[in-house]
């Protein structure tokens, strides 16, 4: 799979950034207690922007434990990005927001990785920018944010919601990660379940 992930990146340099629209993320009625759901599609650009210790996407079958990385995302509204490899890129219209993803790999990408199946492959801290509005020039600075660290990368992982700022500040519970395929920029397309134990009343996340 990962093999087949390092060809798809090399061959998608040089796609842009979209415009943000004014479409926001809506809570699901779904209820357990408490809580609340959340649901938010990310698409990866990893050919624009994936940078580790061992250099640029072209080097990324060298990363080995204990290497770091950054890489960002769009934000689209759960439910956005269908599943299967190469069908929805981070470029495509209707993206709310920017997600950042910066961590460590557990384990060498190859061989423990690649060959022999490892996972979770890395450990992860991820925020997740839900602007009321939105410049390209400032992606990263909102007043609403939310923050997840765990474990991600070859099967389904639950983080910890971190909490939040903003609209969303004392946001509390867990993420449910779960991968869709490929993305077009490279890298992947994730889908993020948040189940809030507490959420501020504010916390809608409307533009």
């Not at 920018?129 to 939105?134: E, H, R, W």
Request: some cysteine; overall charge neutral; glycine content about 14%.
């Amino acid at each position: 799979m990962l093999k087949r992930l390092f060809a798809l990146s090399l061959g998608l340099a040089g796609l842009a950034l979209p415009s943000v629209g004014n479409v926001a993320p809506t809570f699901a009625d779904e209820k357990d207690g408490s809580s609340k759901t959340l649901v938010i599609d990310v698409s990866m650009d990893g050919v624009g922007t994936w940078s580790s210790t061992k250099g640029d996407i072209s080097h990324f079958l060298e990363n080995k434990r204990g290497d770091t990385f950054i890489v960002r995302g769009s934000i689209y509204p759960g439910g956005t990005i269908p599943e299967g490899d190469g069908v929805f890129g981070p470029d495509e219209p209707g993206r709310i927001g920017t997600w950042l993803c910066r961590g460590t790999f557990n384990f060498d990408l190859v061989p423990d990785i690649v060959n022999l199946g490892a996972v979770p492959h890395v450990t992860t801290t991820q925020t997740y920018v839900l602007p009321d509005s939105f410049s390209p020039a400032q992606e990263l600075i909102s007043a609403t944010t939310m923050e997840s660290d765990g474990f991600e990368g070859g099967v389904p992982t639950r983080r910890v919601l971190l909490g939040g700022t903003g609209n969303c500040k004392g946001a509390q519970g867990e993420v449910l990660q779960r991968t869709l395929g490929m993305s077009k920029g490279g890298l992947f397309n994730h889908r993020f379940t948040f189940k809030f134990g507490e959420l501020p009343s504010t916390c809608r996340l409307r533009h």
